[in-house]
T-cell receptor
Framework: KAGVTQTPRYLIKTRGQQVTLSCSPI?????VSWYQQTPGQGLQFLFE???????NKGNFPGRFSGRQFSNSRSEMNVSTLELGDSALYLC??????????????FGPGTRLTVL | DAKTTQPTSMDCAEGRAANLPCNHS???????VYWYRQIHSQGPQYIIH???NNETNEMASLIITEDRKSSTLILPHATLRDTAVYYC????????????FGQGTELSVKP
């Protein structure tokens, strides 16, 4: 079974631009979560989607948004990029959306650099 | 999420058991303890989870105290490839899709 895939793997943008990152979950998984990892803040939860609905949201500004499609694939968008948005963005999928006993499977991440 | 406390770093000799402690004194009765690890520059990897009984799988063992306020992850025969940051996480009941990562324990396995 193929793992979680994220595209692109690396991305360079300039301040003020916007960016869209993509995540394809493991086949059959209905939940997709997104995380941001920076050296200073560590791994931080962004949001979780389950069956095309945002179910949980972390403490990030509205510039960070996401969506999930009917095939469970998910995208996250960051508008008006700031230097501090440079990070590794990770997505994770799980079969039933984090119910008891569910484990999350993480992708390799997208490394975003904002210049 | 229940707050977890872990040592910042630990060393272990290759071939020896690595015992990683975690305190989660505010855990609720129906909340599970999960362990993940992250090897440098890779996505986190699930290791094991448990409620109150000790658990074992091909990667590790999880020992949870009777009062459930602390747990220990045991890697029975640590190898150099086990060098990673280990995270102990207690997500809210049925909200395992929202993992709150702390600083974790940086485990260095040395030859």
């Amino acid at each position: 079974k193929a793992g979680v895939t994220q595209t692109p793997r690396y991305l360079i943008k300039t301040r003020g631009q916007q960016v869209t990152l993509s995540c394809s979950p493991i086949s059959g998984h209905r939940s997709v979560s997104w995380y941001q990892q920076t050296p200073g803040q560590g791994l931080q939860f962004l949001f979780e989607y389950f069956s095309e609905t945002q179910r949980n949201k972390g403490n990030f500004p509205g510039r960070f948004s996401g969506r999930q499609f009917s095939n469970s694939r998910s995208e996250m968008n960051v508008s008006t990029l700031e230097l501090g948005d440079s990070a590794l963005y990770l997505c994770a999928s799980s079969p039933s959306g984090g119910l008891v006993g569910d484990e999350q499977f993480f992708g390799p991440g997208t490394r975003l650099t904002v210049l | 999420d229940a707050k977890t406390t872990q040592p910042t770093s630990m060393d272990c000799a290759e071939g020896r058991a690595a015992n990683l402690p975690c305190n989660h004194s505010t855990i609720s009765g129906n909340e599970y303890v999960y362990w993940y690890r992250q090897i440098h520059s890779q996505g986190p990897q699930y290791i094991i989870h448990g409620l109150k009984n000790n658990e074992t799988n091909e990667m590790a063992s999880l020992i949870i105290t009777e009062d459930r306020k602390s747990s220990t992850l045991i890697l029975p025969h640590a190898t150099l490839r086990d060098t990673a940051v280990y995270y102990c996480i207690v997500p809210r009941y049925n909200q395992g899709g929202k993992l709150i990562f702390g600083q974790g324990t940086e485990l260095s396995v040395k030859p």
